[in-house]
């Protein structure tokens, strides 16, 4: 996206929307997955391997994204975000209003790939729109992060309110769609303003400053990771705590809930009283991540696993908008797109690995090992953002004594 682009406050709101609809369509698609797998007449492991091949593609997609951002007008990203949320999830309504198991699994497929190409853009596009829009990174990132959140709140609520009908749920998702797409439409036109005539292609100045790797980028991978091994992994917690099945789909539910709720709240206090600045409060979030992984493993009761859940949702509504915002700062304006695809990149990548962890570590048994080797890949990354900030103030203070 050229940095001669002006972003006004309706463009903002307008993406902030598209977010909240973004993480309200994955909580509830994740409810589906059951309801997809008696359609079809699949085992649902046979649909959840589908859903992260999905993943996959998506992965894939944010870095293309990431090269388009800079060739693409805003607006345009914008609409491509939206019409493919919006017929992503159409074919997933459709692929329930058909009778036939195959035609229900083609459906299901052709949702997946229109929302893998298409919805992969909205996250790093929101993280670059408001990082734009607000003065500092980590305010442009606390505000994607909220929006997204609350649309996870929304829709892990709308789901246990219709768990009868999940159906339902995804109707009702349909409907705010067309709503964010009637409001957002002409505000996304109007929220942008150019200071030059047109958009041009890609100039070899802005792709002189792509983003090469750097160990950084290896933070959002190792907290995605572990949220995704949490998300994944609290199935085997809870098995040992209630025996029937329904009892433990519930509890799922409603501890997602409950962190999803926690972690709104303390973002929305981190963002009223702007604490993110604070070394009190991040060295707070670090330290409720390290006592999560202690917290995980000790999980008997209800007890403990609203205790697990509070000490990870201080560390979830921290420590991703500190390293985002910390990341986005080392680099220039016109790299930003390219740091916004390479985030996204590596937390699907995160998210992916994480799942896999889980899968292994309960079948082999290796939860004391493995929150070992979280605690030091979260000490790692302390390190890595510490001595960064070390050379980048080094850096600086070179630069004032020469002049």
Known sequence: MSSQVQIN???VKAISLLCFIFGASQMILLGLLPMISEATNLNITTIIIFYGLSIFHFLLMTRVWGNLFNSLSPVTVYRVGLFGI???????????????????FG????????????????????????????????????????????????????????????????????????????????????????CEEDYKEESDEIKDKKVRFKPLFLIPLFFTLISSFYNTGITKAVSSIFEEATKQSATIYWSLTLATLC?????????KYKLLESCIFIT?????????????????????????????????????????????GQYVTDQKSFVASKISFYQTLGNACGAITAGTVIRLNLDVYIMFIFSILTFFSVYMIVKNSHLKLSKAYVGVSND
Do not use: C
């Open 263 to 271: 972690l709104v709240l303390i973002q929305f206090i981190i963002k």
């Open 284 to 328: 707070f979030g670090v330290v409720s991540l390290i006592a999560s992984l202690y917290a995980f493993s000790l999980i008997t009761s209800i007890t403990t696993l609203v205790a697990f859940i509070l000490l990870f949702a201080i560390a979830a509504a921290i420590i991703p908008v500190y390293y985002m915002g910390f990341i986005y």
């Open 86 to 104: 919006f017929f992503s999830y159409g074919f997933l309504l459709l692929a329930f209003l058909v009778s036939s198991p195959i035609a229900t």
């Open 9 to 11: 406050n309706k463009f």
């Open 107 to 194: 459906l299901f497929i052709i949702s997946r790939i229109i929302h893998a190409s298409t919805a992969s853009s909205i996250v790093p596009f929101s993280q670059l729109i408001n990082i734009r829009f607000h003065t500092k990174s980590s305010d442009g990132v606390l505000n994607t992060t909220m929006f997204l959140n609350i649309g996870r709140l929304f829709g892990l609520i709308l789901g246990g309110v219709f768990a009868f009908n999940l159906n339902m749920s995804l109707v009702i998702l349909m409907v705010f769609i067309i709503a964010v797409s009637l409001n957002g439409w002409e505000r996304a036109g109007k929220g942008i303003l150019l």
